[in-house]
């Protein structure tokens, strides 16, 4: 696959940050990455996309494939992808990949900011899966592409929505990842505006990734604010996030660092939703913690509330809030509104 980033003037290239995400790209997909960059210096004019968009208050960049078309650096059917990397100023511009192609490449537009150092992995790998689905509707196969229903996004390796996404394009990687040149583009636009049209609110939800990295974790208040705003990427009801808040009151006092005192089987529980240490006792299987389980460690239970929460919410729609202890026993009630 040849993916072009194409380096604007101000941004700052993080180049270890790129070659992570290409690289959890490849093992991710099996495709391998070729990558080619090229420095540009182009005006960067902003446009709103409250007209074509649901979500209000958006902002991308105007005219830019055009301006880069001009540049003349950019053959037709040659890149699959073309990436183009600028530093804003502003907070309300989100990366995202354009509907129709950019000389029959598909397009990724990629603000940074200094604050979202980091960014660059978890973007890049949410619009190379964007761009996959796009190059085969470039080829009029029509993939469904639901990159933004956020469960688990935030690991590019196993997060549900990357697993889901890969599954159903596994069957095409090897048709999209052959020359461009040779490829039969069979009215592809007018197949894909269809399906824009029914997804416009999703292609602009990209933002709300960014926004997921800024939750705070640091007091009991904005614990409790974080896991309602990640509740609602499932959901849930007013009333359903309650009784889970409840639940984590209860098991944590709301602190992503708690641990708990030594349980009668020698056990302990850890962290935000205090996930218990134990193995399955005939297998030898740990429960929540160790190998092949959802966490590695209990550093990882401790550092990373929101998978403590995004686990918590997957349990509780498989019906098992039943195994914490919070429920089970009622206690969680005392912390229900009143
Ligand atoms: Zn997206």
New binding site residues.
Partial sequence: MKVLFVRNINYVPDGADEAVAIDTIQKATGLTVEVETIDVVLPTIYKSFDATSLVKGLWGLDGIKQQLRDTQQIPQDYYHMVVFFYKSSRTDVAY??YPNDLNGSAFIEFPTRDEWKGSVKLGMC??FL?ACHRLCAFQGIVTLDD??RYDGNLDPMNGSNYQRNIGVLQPYFQRIDTPLENWKKPGYIKRFLVQLLTKTV??Y??LA?MQQQELLWDNPANVRHSCRVIMDEYNLSWAEKDLLCACIEQESRFKVGAIGSLNADGTRDYGLCQFNNGVNKETGEPFWIGKGADFASIDEVLADPSKNVRILVREYKKGNLKWWASYSTGAYKQFLPK
């Fill in positions: 995202w990949t949410h619009e964007h990159m933004d999703s292609v939800k990209t990734i």
